[in-house]
């Protein structure tokens, strides 16, 4: 959420920002901006994509050695030009870039107002240059990275910041407190970033900064210090990335392509874990720990959006293959409910960017707790990946589509081996059980192969037809109610079409009052022990003319003869085809929010990676 990148070298560091800022655009898009020093501070802003802002910079001809940029998720202050960050100190020495809010800001302004200071935006940030600016005068003898801190020890809420102070020209100034921020090392010149995309072209080596702490980066060195002055020396990290997979490579949109990425994401979630010799599941990661789950007093899952939903799989799945009971929560009401947690717990966090500060928020509560914190996350050296005592990475590669597509299939594989590594060690699943799960889990990506290449075309054709559906009902049972919710998701996030997800018996209770003629229902009807159920309530949607889109079984005849269409799938285990059922609720949303001309990777009022909570 917002996205922030630096430059200082022999490189145009316009340029640099620009080409960082469009591969940060994922993260926030209301608007963008950039400050450079070249003998003074300069600055260019403004409403809407980094696009614009790249137009307004060429036609300027801004150049410089040192700069900052940022590119925009609105909290504070509507998404206009003069919120638009960079925001810069009264004399306009000082430009401070943020990600994260400012919570205290209210009271700040008002102070800063009351000594004479006079502000331009509306946003939180602004007070940290004023006030930064403010304690640099008023405090003598003291230089900027004292400044910095004491401005920092007045602030509360969270922050990502790069700084730059024309007084200090050759300096970029970061600081961390809940919102991630990397430095990135070149040769003769340095990166700042709060993700790895705008670095990965220049440099594999990085250096995660950790909450409380902050940094001076030149030319050549950089000093990492907390904001209580000890100096760190910090561990130089290799990027595993490659510009390759932040790229779109041929297609239209990120989405659609992590859609047909599937097939190798989830074979690279599966490789070297699971052994179709030994029929055997090897989770390096939660080896020290899986007696301790075993052993839990309690499982809590707790996530939030596409990983919620994974989680709430992760229930069926840990009951019915681990015989292990588990609780889901959203992770931002956990928190905040004083959760009965505690030694002996444990709490398992599933997050894509493991930078989503809700999911951090439960996490840290859970530790605080003494629960034993586990996770499941995508992006090596997120907050979650460092914080958690154990995990298991996705391995699903970047995600840069904003609707999550690749990493919910590779969390639900890192659940189905979680639980199915839990069932083998507790004695509940026998070797041979082991032996066709594992047969069948090595069949899944060869499977999603063959969905994407048979349902592809009739799922852009149908798509067409349903592209003006002012609302969508999606309904499964079992595994496939989580399915349910997230095809509904994907679909109203993409194409703000508004759509509902429920277990299909608990549609009688109520949302079948919503059914007529108009209704599109998708049904996903892929759980051979709940066919019948599922039938009946098919049954119930046609009675009342609803439009019947199934995702059924290879020749389930029943099904496909009360649907008005239908997408046919491989067969699976049950507990394995949401896997399968998903691929093409993500291609129909897709078709239909393009069909509707959406900005399917960067859909409206959203970012990637929520990092306020
Ligand atoms: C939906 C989507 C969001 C995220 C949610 C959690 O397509 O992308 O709902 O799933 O914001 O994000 P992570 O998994 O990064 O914690």
Redesign the pocket.
Known sequence: MCGIVGYIGERNAPDVLIKGLKRLEYRGYDSAGIAIINGALVFKKGKGKVQNLHKMIKDSGLSGKIGIGHTRWATHGEPNDVNSHPHLSETGKIAVVHNGIIENYNTLKKQLIKRGRTFQSQTDTEVVAQLLEEILHASKGIDFEQAIQLTLKQIVGTYGLAIINADTPDCIYIARKGSPLLLGIGEGEMFIASDASPIVEYTNKVVYLDDGEMATIRQDSYSVKTIEDVSLTKEVHELAISLGEIEKAGYPHFMLKEIFEQPRSIADCMRGRISTQTHSIQLGGIEDVIDDLINARRVVIA?????WHSALLGEYLFEYLAKTPVEVEYASEFRYRDPLIGPGDVLLV???????AD?IAAMREAKKREALVLGICNVVGSTISRETDAGVFTHAGPEIG???TK?FTAQVVVLIMMALATGKRKGVLSQQQMKGYIEELSKIPAKVEYILEHTDAAIRQMAGLFTYAPNFLYLGRSYNFPVALEGA??LK?ISYIHAEGYPAAEMKHGPIALIDAMMPVVVIAATDHTNDKMISNIEEVKARKGRIISIMNDENSDVKALSEFHISIPATKDCFSPLLTVIPLQLLSYYIAVNRGCNVDQPRNLA???TVE
């Open positions: 996530a939030c959006g596409t990983s599933i997050s894509q960017s493991g930078e989503t999911t904003v609707a999550s990493a998701l994907k996030e990637k990676s929520v």
